[in-house]
């Protein structure tokens, strides 16, 4: 399987090994609003723009808190079973494009919410995809960043992703720099810089 199929049934793995009111590093939610949250990105077109878009966000919770009052099981099920034929993401390139880092970085929201996480041990095919998930995202959602920002691996790769003076380099695995990307602070990663630099960027938005 793709990864992003692969971190959908590990997810929903985990879903039924917590229950619906574990906590997850997504504020505000635990598991069940987190469970909704990716069934309605799948099934609730009317919905979805709310997920972006402030505006309509009222609309998207509301459908959101429906969803979530549903049995635990269903919900669940439904999570790993995936979208309708007729949606964009049941096509699998579709869903490793679309849906690889939101499983994957959801999957480590709920890991790492949980006492004593660590990560896991080095998947190759994961990490390869975890790198370039990351650098391809790291422009949008490091835009914010006041400093210029380098990714290396320990590994000796690396990639600048946001121009600027001066610059902080973010050392870590792939997965542990995908999650810092989407502002994840549980993560295992060192940062190389002057001290200043490094506390902006640690203050700045990450994420969408």
């Known amino acids: 399987m793709g990864l992003a199929k692969d971190e959908r049934q590990a997810l929903s793995d985990l879903f039924e090994q917590l229950g619906p009111d574990a906590p997850t590093l997504c504020e505000g939610w635990q598991t069940r609003d987190l469970a909704a949250h990716l069934v309605v990105r799948e099934h609730r077109p009317d919905a979805m723009p709310g997920i972006v878009v402030p505006a309509l966000a009222g609309h998207t919770q509301k459908v959101q808190d429906g969803v979530a009052a549903r049995p635990w099981d269903d919900l669940v099920s439904q999570v790993r079973r995936g979208p309708s034929r007729f949606w964009p993401t049941s096509i699998g390139p579709v869903d490793e494009a679309t849906n690889s880092a939101e499983f994957l970085v959801h999957h480590e929201d709920v890991r790492?919410?949980?006492?004593?996480?660590?990560?896991?041990?080095?998947?190759?095919?994961?990490?390869a995809a975890a790198w370039k998930l990351a650098t391809r995202t790291a422009k949008l959602n490091l835009r914010k960043s006041p400093v210029g920002v380098v990714l290396r691996t320990p590994g000796g790769q690396s990639a600048s992703v946001k121009s600027g003076a001066p610059v902080v380099t973010v050392v870590g695995e792939p997965v542990e720099l995908l999650l810092f990307v989407f502002g994840r602070d549980a993560v295992q990663v060192t940062y190389?810089?002057?001290?200043?630099?490094?506390?902006?960027?640690?203050?700045?938005?990450?994420?969408?």
């Open 112 to 127: 790492r919410a949980q006492p004593e996480w660590t990560p896991r041990p080095a998947d190759p095919s994961r990490d």
């Open 192 to 208: 190389e810089g002057d001290d200043a630099a490094v506390a902006q960027l640690k203050g700045a938005k990450r994420g969408l």
